[in-house]
């Protein structure tokens, strides 16, 4: 089975700075999506954004953006601009485009924001 | 439109009842899964259901169950509750037929506490 690392269980940032949060996964697939979802105290899990494996452009959804490495099997989460509301948990997620819909998810990173 | 959601919200329960949760899936979309989320760990897959059949199952014991109606809802059912079953439900929507990544939208959860 697929595994996601998420070796940063807390993180914090200042707001209105930038904060990255690391993922690693490990697969032998060539073909996947991943994904980076956020879990607010209310605990509905939304997602923030997301990646095609064959895709060599990094996405980018307004203030966040992601650095996918393939080769290093990294996929990590920028965060630009840092606001309150972002404070949450973060899941990194993947799922393999031939074996199914599973999605496996990382252990998550705690991001506090600070005024 | 109207996202995913789940009833109940809440749940408390004793060893060995048994519990059903039930979820309704994003308007337009088709296909449920259903993930157990323990405190302080990432959500981990029981099973998808599509077409009313389970479609792919997770390392989940057999008490877990499910089952989805012609309108796409669907139910998990837990049987002889251990107290190692107290987690957070998350029922997560999909269109199967979609192109792309097969994005997961995820409801509120429903928290279950066995005593």
């Known amino acids: 089975a697929q595994t996601v690392t998420q070796s940063q269980p807390e993180m914090s940032v200042q707001e209105a700075e930038t904060v990255t949060l690391s993922c690693t996964y490990d697969?032998?697939?060539?073909?996947?999506?991943l994904f980076w979802y956020k879990q607010p105290p209310s605990r509905q899990m939304i997602l923030v954004i997301r990646?095609?494996?064959?895709?060599?452009q990094n996405a980018t959804e307004n203030r966040f953006s992601v650095n996918f490495q393939k080769a290093a099997k990294s996929f990590s989460l920028k965060i630009s601009d840092s606001q309150l509301g972002d404070a949450a948990m973060y899941f990194c997620a993947y799922r393999s485009a031939f074996t199914g819909n599973q999605f496996y998810f990382g252990t998550g990173t705690s991001l506090t924001v600070i005024p | 439109d109207a996202g995913v959601t789940q009833s109940p919200t809440h749940l408390i329960k004793t060893r060995g009842q048994q519990v059903t949760l039930r979820c309704s899936p994003k308007?337009?979309?088709?296909?449920v899964s259903w993930y157990q989320q323990a405190l302080g760990q990432g959500p981990q897959f029981i099973f998808q259901?599509?077409?009313?059949?389970?479609?792919q199952r997770g390392n989940f014991p057999d008490r877990f169950s499910g089952h989805q109606f012609p309108n796409y809802s669907s139910e998990l059912n837990v049987n002889a509750l251990l107290l190692g079953d107290s987690a957070l439900y998350l029922c997560?929507?999909?269109?199967?037929?979609?192109?792309?990544?097969?994005?997961?939208?995820f409801g509120p959860g429903t928290r279950l506490l066995v005593l």
């Open positions: 997560a929507s999909s269109l199967a037929m979609s192109e792309g990544a097969g994005t997961q939208y």
């Open positions: 697969t032998s697939e060539s073909d996947y999506y």
């Open positions: 990646q095609e494996a064959y895709k060599q």
């Open positions: 308007s337009g979309h088709d296909t």
């Open positions: 259901y599509y077409e009313e059949e389970e479609r």
